[in-house]
């Protein structure tokens, strides 16, 4: 099991991002998938949640970006999304896409994780 | 939002002694929470779930504890790997929150 996520960079406060997370040895859409951030020198942020296809890929959000990012998945690309707009300085982190496990809701798998900096 | 709290926020100890660190919630999570240890530039990794679960190839000094909303984590024997951050994390209803984490130093 592989995760390895992409797509961080330096974005202006107000820009949009798109991360991704490239997902081997397990199919994407058989699983929950979460999104958990780390703001430099902070403690983790839960931001989001898909379940997996048998509960229709729906998601669950972080109050602080409800609203602005966006979860998603292609599973021909057995692939993650984090779509991010309105973009803020305080969602400046690192961003990592974690599986849930089979049989409860904690993070057994996790990418390396991405740097997102939004700054001016 | 459940608030998830952490005590100490930090610690010292050495090799071989017993640690414990806890966890407590706002509210009543049953035993819907997870424990995750961090080191600098890593990714978090599961210790332990549903409060006393270990998951799969940690080793048995990690254990954990409690319900309801006070939790705790004991390492029985601190291996020099264990110095670290360890965080807890309530999965009893979104949003899913972190408690602020427990610094395990020399």
């Known amino acids: 099991v592989q995760l390895v996520e992409s797509g961080g960079g330096l974005v202006l406060p107000g820009g949009s991002l798109r991360l991704s997370c490239a997902a081997s040895g397990f199919i994407v859409s058989d699983h929950y998938m979460d999104w958990v951030r780390q703001a430099p020198g902070k403690g983790l942020e839960w931001v989001g949640r898909?379940?997996?296809?048998?509960?229709?890929?729906?998601?669950e959000y972080a109050a602080s970006v409800r609203g602005r990012f966006i979860i998603s998945r292609d599973n021909l690309k057995n692939s993650l999304y984090l779509q991010m707009n309105s973009l803020k300085i305080e969602d400046t982190a690192i961003y990592y896409c974690?599986?849930?496990?089979?049989?409860?809701?904690?993070?057994?798998?996790w990418g390396q994780g991405t740097q997102v900096t939004v700054s001016s | 939002a459940i608030q998830m709290t952490q005590s100490p926020s930090s610690l010292s100890a050495s090799v071989g002694d017993r640690v414990t660190m806890t966890c407590r919630a706002s509210?009543?999570?049953?035993?819907?929470l997870g424990w995750y240890q961090q080191k600098p530039g890593k990714a978090p990794k599961l210790l332990i779930y549903s409060a006393s679960t270990p998951q799969s190839g940690v080793p048995s000094r990690f254990s954990g504890s409690g319900s309801g909303t006070d939790f705790t984590l004991t390492i029985s024997g601190l291996q020099p790997e264990d110095f670290a951050t360890y965080y807890c994390l309530q999965d009893f209803e979104f949003p899913f929150t972190f408690g602020p984490g427990t610094t395990v130093d020399v």
């Open positions: 898909t379940r997996d296809k048998v509960n229709r890929h729906t998601t």
């Open positions: 509210q009543d999570i049953r035993d819907d």
């Open positions: 974690a599986r849930a496990g089979d049989v409860h809701n904690h993070f057994v798998s």
